[in-house]
């Protein structure tokens, strides 16, 4: 009988320590966020989702201020390279603290590329950078919609509040360079 416990306690030792090994190889699970750079400096960038990325049960976007360092790897641009503007999927580490904007690590920060649109106009990051330039004083404008308008050789861009969604404002963007309206 001794000999017989003896036994099963070692195979519940054994699969307790297989538990435990193969607990400790896997990685913690990968967050994500896309949507457009509004603000960026030195140290972070300020990403808010388009008027698809919304918070749950709510109309406010998504919205994460992500702490870049050395380690953060960088896809399809390098580091100084990134604007306002830019659409980019980040890829987080570590915890998110839950304030408005969350607050996290970027792991990685890969730059979406825009859809395709008619040669010799300005992209929608263009575009879009000109508009928040038009708008910079509102600190909590974040990119609703975007909208190239062939026929008329311009971009309608819908900017709103982050802080208090529901009243976005539209800006026309002529699409010919060097030229805003």
């Known amino acids: 009988m001794m000999k017989r416990l003896l036994g099963s306690k070692h195979i519940v030792i054994a699969v307790l320590t297989v538990l435990v090994v193969a607990g400790c190889g896997q990685s913690e699970p990968s967050t994500e966020m896309t949507g457009y750079v509004i603000n960026r400096n030195a140290s972070s960038i300020l990403v808010v989702g388009d008027a698809g990325n919304k918070m749950q049960n709510s109309q406010t976007p998504e919205a994460m201020s992500l702490r870049i360092d050395g380690s953060t790897k960088w896809q ?24 408005y904007p ?56 819908q900017l709103d509040d982050y802080l208090r969604p529901g009243n976005p404002v539209e800006v026309r963007i002529d699409a010919k360079p060097d030229s805003a309206k």
């Open 76 to 99: 399809g641009i390098a580091s100084d390279k990134l604007k306002p503007g830019h659409k980019v999927k980040a890829t987080i580490k570590g915890p998110i603290a839950e304030s």
């Open 102 to 157: 969350s607050q996290a690590s970027a792991n990685r920060i890969e730059l979406l590329s825009p859809a395709q649109q008619e040669p010799g106009l300005l992209t929608e990051q263009e575009a879009i950078e000109k508009a928040l330039a038009l708008h910079s004083t509102a600190g909590s404008v974040y990119v609703y919609r975007t909208e190239l308008i062939v026929n008329e050789k311009n971009w309608r861009i």
